[in-house]
């Protein structure tokens, strides 16, 4: 009764897990991964943001700091939970939620407010901090170690540094793998990174050439080469990262995403939805097959913007879903053919106020050369807007 048995399995396992929420999938061109954690729960609650269906990766910050001397670290969650001394228990079951729901949430390290630079001198700071992370956050057991999210298994590692420098951090991720091993730990443990666009990378070139990434955020913003409000797409450099991975990268089919403000208060280069209409088509007419989707800074600013998320994913799947490259991207497989998205969606916003004159002046780009490394600290304008205590500007007086 072969049939019979197949169709069995076929309705137990595959069938059922059709009928619920998607399983994760990197390799799909309209995913959309959306920062959370440095501004008020009030706003956005995580439990709200698991119920979002427009939302694929959940990158949560900010690890800032790791102290060497001391073996510890900075924690920072703004007022979601007192991350400073590691008491985010009560988000474990929304965690566990968002996963079930398909998503995947990241531990991002760095953030635009680290008080101090991060630096691994050797790798044994780089293992010794992978051992801290892998216990606190990912499948590790330490029962010295408190996990800032009680049982709850993150799963994976963003590398968002803006102070500092990524030496080592091939090692560091190379040590997490190792501990997960040595722990039979059979989960997937994803590695993103979040550079800004310029090149050479004030942070992260040397992880850029050295760690395996599944995917890369590209911050196309608080740079020159960030997105122009008119799609002017001369110093948008997409195929330079591009190129960048295939030449150097350790892992050549990293999914390349484009980075965004959601919300114009959140940094310089924000663009209205139907402007990052055309650079995602443009972008997936050259690249389909590393194209992975949109980068999201962050989940509040996108809510008070008119549900940004949204208006992007429907967007990304309705532009991926057109037939895509030929010729620049030929050789890979063609990407999977996206679904029909679920959710309803909303008219595209068009009349959103552009990024405002004040926060152009406080970045670094209004000079003429294009793709200049920026001085760390003046790096990324909203990283600033972290406010731990409900300040929501007070970020901005550093400039
Ligand atoms: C570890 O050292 C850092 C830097 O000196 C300090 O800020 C932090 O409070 C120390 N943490 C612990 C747990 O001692
Ligand atoms: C796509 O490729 C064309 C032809 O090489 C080029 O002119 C254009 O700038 C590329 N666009 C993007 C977004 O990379
Ligand atoms: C950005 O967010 C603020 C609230 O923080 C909101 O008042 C404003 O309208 C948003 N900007 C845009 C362009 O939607």
């Known amino acids: 009764m072969p049939r019979p048995i197949f169709f069995a399995a076929c309705s137990i396992i595959s069938c059922l897990a059709l009928l619920t929420s998607a399983a994760f999938d990197m390799s799909r061109p309209d995913n959309v991964a959306m920062y959370w954690g440095q501004k008020s729960k009030s706003s956005v609650p995580l439990a709200e943001l698991c119920k979002n269906p427009n939302v694929n990766i959940i990158p949560i910050g900010f690890v800032s700091n790791y102290f060497p001397d001391n073996s510890s670290m900075k924690f920072n969650m703004a007022d979601n939970c007192d991350a400073e001394h ?50 606190s956050f990912l499948g590790g057991n330490d029962p010295k170690v408190t996990r800032p999210f009680g ?62 990434f599944d995917a890369l955020f590209v911050q196309f913003y608080n740079n020159d080469c960030g997105l122009d409000s008119h799609a002017d797409m001369s110093r948008f450099n997409f195929a330079a990262w591009h190129d960048l991975m295939q030449s150097s990268g350790v892992n050549k089919a990293t999914k390349l995403y484009i980075g965004a403000p959601a919300n114009s208060s959140e940094g310089s280069h924000y663009v209205d939805s139907p402007v990052l209409q055309k650079y995602i088509e443009a972008t997936w007419a050259n690249y389909s097959s590393a194209f992975g989707g949109v980068m999201l800074w962050d989940a509040y600013g996108a809510k008070a913007n008119n549900n940004y998320d949204q208006q992007v994913k429907k967007i990304l799947s309705a532009a991926t879903s057109k037939a895509g ?75």
């Not at 008219?347 to 490394?373: I, K, M, R």
């Open 86 to 135: 590691f008491a985010c228990q009560a988000l474990e079951p929304d965690i566990e939620s968002c996963q079930q729901q398909g998503k995947i949430l990241l531990i991002s390290l760095g953030g635009g407010d680290q008080p101090t630079p991060w630096q691994f001198a050797d790798k044994g700071q780089a293992e010794a901090f992978a051992k801290l992370l892998y216990n």
């Open 151 to 212: 049982k709850a298994v993150l799963d994976g590692i963003d590398i968002d540094l803006e102070n500092g420098q990524s030496d080592h951090f091939d090692e560091m991720v190379a040590a997490v793998q190792a501990a997960a091993k040595s722990n039979g730990d059979q989960k997937k443990y994803w590695v993103t990174g979040a550079p800004q666009c310029a090149r050479p990378e004030p942070h992260l070139e040397t992880a850029l050439k050295t760690v395996s």
């Open 325 to 399: 490259a030929t010729a620049a991207d030929m050789p890979d497989a063609a990407p999977d053919t996206p679904t029909t998205p679920t959710f309803s969606a909303l008219p595209v916003d068009t009349d959103s106020a552009e990024a405002t004159g004040s926060l152009n002046t406080a970045e670094s780009d209004s000079t003429a050369s294009p793709d200049t490394s920026v001085p760390s600290g003046m790096s990324d304008v909203l990283r600033r807007y972290r406010s731990p205590q409900g300040h929501p500007h007070e970020g901005l007086a550093r400039f």
